[in-house]
């Protein structure tokens, strides 16, 4: 058991955490949730013992193993299986199955056993990482983010994979859908505190919103009490008559204290900028066939569809397959090898991709971008929305130059936000946002007037949004019409019935 007692922590003027205490037992699985910047990824260093806290303790049994998933890479063996066996106890040191069957359920192949691991992209390597860590045996598996470079099919057996695992998880994750598969409590890190619930993810919310409720009724009646105290001692504490009972009314005031209004957490709630579309269909592909060097083997071959108005078209399936490739095509980034797009004439379109069109304004704080994709778009408006984005306050006026990444991603997808459009090209727009604000984008696609065309990993999006599949599996692609849940029950993926 892990036991953390009376933990603070604090960066400048804000606190993550203040008098934290938090026990993990033996066969629990632990999924940590919370807002951006909240301390979800403190918690995890401070149990590794990489981040030092301010003051509290942090108690592991002796011989406890903690096992985590490192995200540098430096190999030393020249093949894919040397490498990743050195993850195994030194007692199973021959025991290299064991490494096989991990890395055919991360998605390798019986050849790639024998391939240097440089020959991999960031993507997979990483995968050989998480690898050498699940065949280590560790007492606890300590997972920050491990589905970020996996895939729809590689995350289902993962989620199969800790189900099964006899030891402790803490894990953190934007997937709703696979921390809840996964643990068998959640834990919030909320107004510097954790509380712990049994269960998954939408009881942890229900919990924390009921406690929040009666707190804030308690309080209003308190205070409602308090007043007629007060007016009362203002009333008579001149008069000697009622001395002794107006004393002793104020020192029961003093003793009893004052309940703090909780302080407001805003939810998030974005919009899409919808814009009328009269006809209806907004684009068709016909035999489109694409190669990067123009030559065989294609990476998309002999492939047609036709986008009508609000359809829900989500593409699945493994990495480097050509789910991007495809959506590049259809929002035309990239010029067909075969084969043509047509898009109706006065078709208005958002595309948010790892490569954007939109270029943006390296001067420019965040909140001036966003405003800048709509001339209607109020500074209000663009606030709110960097807010929805986790841009909140002065962060929103963060210069572009200064942003990372996934930063920039999310201005990118503030801008299609305010955009009017009637079809949004989408390449897993959830990447860098956490649980709350994917929810609340996921809403704002089913209630956008127009259509859509996503590349996602996340079931629980799949089945929020899915009204039709184009599906990458088996060495094809079809297109499936209807809804996720009907294609595993009627089709499936071909790796699982293998």
């Given at each position: 058991?892990?036991?953390i007692?009376?933990?603070?922590?604090?960066y400048?003027?804000?606190?993550?955490?203040?008098?934290l205490?938090?026990s993990?037992?033996?066969?629990?699985k632990?999924?940590?949730?919370?807002?951006?910047?909240h301390?979800?990824?403190?918690?995890?260093?401070i149990?590794l013992?990489?981040?030092?806290?301010?003051?509290?303790?942090?108690s592991?049994?002796?011989?406890?193993?903690?096992?985590?998933?490192?995200?540098?890479l430096?190999?030393?063996q020249?093949?894919?299986?040397?490498?990743?066996?050195?993850?195994?106890?030194?007692d199973?040191?021959?025991?290299?199955?064991?490494?096989?069957?991990?890395?055919f359920?991360?998605?390798?192949?019986?050849?790639?056993?024998?391939?240097?691991?440089?020959?991999?992209s960031?993507?997979y390597?990483?995968?050989?990482?998480?690898?050498?860590?699940?065949v280590s045996?560790?007492d606890?598996l300590?997972?920050?983010?491990?589905?970020?470079?996996?895939?729809?099919?590689?995350?289902?057996?993962?989620e199969?994979?800790?189900?099964?695992?006899?030891g402790e998880?803490?894990?953190?994750?934007?997937?709703r859908?696979?921390m809840?598969?996964?643990?068998?409590?959640?834990?919030a890190?909320?107004?510097?505190?954790?509380?712990?619930?049994?269960?998954?993810?939408?009881?942890?919310?229900?919990q924390i919103?009921?406690?929040?409720?009666?707190?804030?009724?308690?309080?209003l009646?308190?205070?409602?009490?308090?007043?007629?105290?007060e007016?009362?001692?203002?009333?008579?504490?001149?008069?000697a008559?009622f001395?002794?009972r107006t004393?002793?009314r104020?020192?029961?005031?003093?003793?009893?204290?004052e309940?703090?209004?909780?302080?407001?957490?805003?939810?998030?709630?974005?919009?899409?900028n919808?814009?009328?579309?009269?006809?209806?269909q907004?684009?068709?592909?016909?035999n489109?066939?694409?190669?990067?060097?123009?030559k065989e083997?294609?990476l998309?071959?002999?492939?047609?569809i036709?986008v009508?108005?609000?359809?829900?078209?989500?593409?699945?399936?493994?990495?480097?397959?050509?789910?991007?490739?495809?959506?590049k095509?259809?929002?035309?980034e990239?010029?067909?090898?075969?084969?043509?797009?047509?898009?109706?004439?006065?078709?208005?379109?958002g595309?948010f991709?790892?490569?954007?069109?939109?270029?943006m304004?390296?001067?420019?704080?965040?909140?001036?971008e966003?405003?800048?994709?709509?001339?209607?778009?109020?500074?209000?408006?663009?606030?709110n929305?960097?807010?929805?984005?986790?841009?909140?306050?002065?962060?929103?006026?963060?210069?572009?130059k200064?942003?990372?990444?996934?930063?920039?991603?999310?201005?990118?997808?503030?801008?299609?936000?305010v955009t009017?459009?009637?079809?949004?090209f989408?390449?897993?727009?959830?990447n860098?946002?956490?649980?709350?604000?994917?929810d609340?984008l996921?809403?704002?696609?089913?209630?956008?007037?127009?259509?859509?065309?996503m590349?996602?990993?996340?079931?629980?999006?799949?089945?929020s949004?899915?009204?039709?599949?184009?599906?990458?599996?088996?060495?094809?692609?079809?297109?499936?019409?209807?809804?996720?849940?009907?294609?595993?029950?009627?089709?499936?993926w071909?790796?699982?019935?293998e």
């Open positions: 058991m892990i036991k007692v009376g933990l603070n922590k604090s400048g003027k804000q606190v993550l955490f203040d008098d205490n938090l993990i037992n033996r066969g629990e632990i999924g940590i949730v919370g807002r951006n910047g301390g979800k990824s403190s918690l995890f260093q149990i013992g990489s981040v030092e806290a301010d003051s509290g303790t942090v592991v049994p002796k011989n406890y193993k903690i096992g985590h998933l490192q995200q540098h430096q190999f030393t020249n093949t894919v299986l040397e490498e990743c066996a050195l993850g195994l106890p030194e199973e040191e021959y025991e290299t199955w064991k490494v096989e069957k991990i890395l359920g991360l998605g390798f192949t019986e050849k790639d056993m024998e391939r240097h691991p440089s020959e991999f960031g993507g390597q990483i995968r050989m990482n998480l690898a050498k860590l699940l045996s560790p606890m300590m997972l920050d983010e491990p589905n970020n470079y996996l895939d729809i099919v590689t995350i289902r057996w993962l199969d994979f800790l189900r099964t695992w006899e998880i803490v894990l953190i994750t934007h997937d859908s696979f809840d598969s996964v643990v068998t409590h959640v834990v890190i909320h107004r510097t505190k954790a509380i712990k619930v049994e269960g998954d993810t939408e009881k942890l919310y229900t919103n009921q406690e929040e409720e009666i707190y804030e009724k308690t309080r009646n308190e205070a409602k009490k308090r007043k007629q105290e007016i009362f001692i203002a009333k008579f504490k001149a008069k008559s001395a002794s004393q002793s104020v020192k029961k005031l003093e003793k009893q204290g309940m703090k209004a909780l302080e407001n957490i805003e939810d998030l709630e974005l919009y899409f919808s814009a009328s579309f009269g006809a209806n907004m684009l068709s592909a016909e489109l066939s694409f190669s990067y060097d123009g083997p294609l998309i071959s002999d492939f047609s036709s009508g108005k609000r359809d829900r078209i989500c593409i699945i399936g493994k990495n480097g397959k050509g789910k991007s490739t495809l959506l095509l259809l929002a035309g990239l010029t067909t090898t075969k084969g043509t797009v047509t898009k109706h004439p006065i078709l208005k379109e595309y991709g790892q490569t954007n069109k939109l270029s304004n390296e001067t420019a704080t965040v909140v001036e966003i405003m800048s994709a709509d001339k209607s778009c109020t500074e209000g408006k663009a606030r929305i960097a807010g929805g984005l986790m841009f909140s306050g002065d962060t929103g006026l963060k210069k572009i200064f942003l990372s990444g996934g930063e920039r991603s999310r201005v990118m997808l503030g801008k299609i936000l009017p459009c009637h079809l949004l989408l390449d897993e727009p959830t860098h946002l956490d649980m709350q604000s994917c609340s996921i809403e704002a696609i089913d209630e956008f007037d127009g259509s859509v065309v590349v996602t990993h996340n079931e629980m999006h799949l089945r949004v899915a009204t039709k599949l184009i599906v990458f599996d088996n060495n094809q692609i079809t297109v499936y019409d209807g809804s996720y849940d009907d294609f595993l029950s009627d089709i499936g071909s790796d699982e019935d």
